[in-house]
């Protein structure tokens, strides 16, 4: 589906003004976002649980896999994100997965689930990233975290890790972070990191968080002027009536559009103004 088609068969685009209020979205707003230059573009993913009894994993897996390279061939991603819970608590299909994960045709980078069990040294040398990864493309700054262990438990963020990097990032235009469980309670399986809260709203040039772990979640959830959005799911046996992936865009006037694709049709369609809390939505 082009552009052209899906601003035809799109619902009404909506407004999330930074006070709260829905709006719906002008036809002035659709004609400007036709008009914006791509600057960069990736896709996230989260949840394979590669390996849970009575679920098809590999075929998940490897569909995820063709979906992305397919979307990929017709306009390039910079990178992808599986954002964790890649196997289901046991470290001994970590290589399996790999070697499909391998098939992606640019790379992609990992973070580490609840059910991703596996020490920090195991996990380096599977992935040859450390659990708590930046880089950085062009103006834009990207942090993945950790937000559990080799016994799964439930963890915040690293503050004191996330502290230095956020401080060493400021100066982008963008950053955005990459983390599991959402550490800001908004769900029911959530952690409430309040130094997390605290952190994150020094550091205005932080544009979204995007967390997996809730299969049933896929939309954005704003909590103190922070975007937090989900993905749903790409495998396991709940969540979501559908499995699929996050593709997210920014444009040269630094808004952000995201949809997700089940596997070829875009779902919560979102546009993100540059100010916080500014979001203009469209749902199928």
């Given at each position: 589906?082009?552009?052209?088609?899906f601003i035809k068969a799109s619902s009404p685009i909506l407004a999330l003004l930074a006070n709260g209020q829905i709006v719906q979205a002008t036809e002035g707003i659709l004609a400007d976002w036709k008009k914006k230059k791509l600057v960069l573009r990736f896709a996230v993913a989260s949840d394979g649980h590669y390996g849970q009894p009575n679920t098809a994993y590999q075929q998940y897996s490897t569909d995820l896999?063709?979906?992305?390279?397919?979307?990929?061939?017709k306009t390039p991603f910079n990178f992808a994100m599986i954002n964790g819970d890649i196997v289901h608590d046991d470290k001994k299909y970590f290589p399996e997965i790999k070697s499909i994960l391998d098939k992606l045709n640019m790379k992609y980078y990992v973070s580490q689930g609840n059910h991703d069990h596996i020490d920090a040294a195991g996990w380096e040398s599977i992935w040859n990233m450390p659990t708590n990864l930046s880089f950085t493309i062009r103006k834009t700054s990207f942090l993945i975290g950790t937000s559990s262990d080799e016994s799964g438990k439930y963890l915040c963020p690293d503050i004191e890790w996330f502290t230095k990097e956020l401080e060493k990032h400021q100066s982008q235009k963008n950053i955005f972070i990459f983390i599991h469980i959402n550490p800001a309670k908004l769900t029911p399986h959530a952690v409430d990191c309040k130094e997390w809260t605290v952190l994150l709203k020094?550091?205005?040039?932080?544009?979204?968080v995007f967390n997996g772990h809730d299969h049933d979640h896929d939309s954005i959830k704003v909590h103190e002027g922070i975007n937090y959005i989900f993905d749903a799911h790409y495998g396991g046996n709940w969540g979501t009536n559908y499995r699929g992936f996050r593709v997210v865009e920014l444009y040269s006037d630094n808004s952000i559009v995201s949809?997700?694709?089940?596997?070829?049709?875009?779902?919560?369609?979102?546009?993100?103004?540059q100010e916080r809390n500014e979001v203009v939505r469209t749902e199928s």
């Open positions: 589906m082009n552009r052209r088609d896999v063709d979906r992305i390279n397919a979307v990929h061939s020094k550091y205005p040039n932080v544009r979204a949809y997700i694709l089940d596997p070829v049709n875009r779902l919560n369609n979102v546009e993100m103004k």
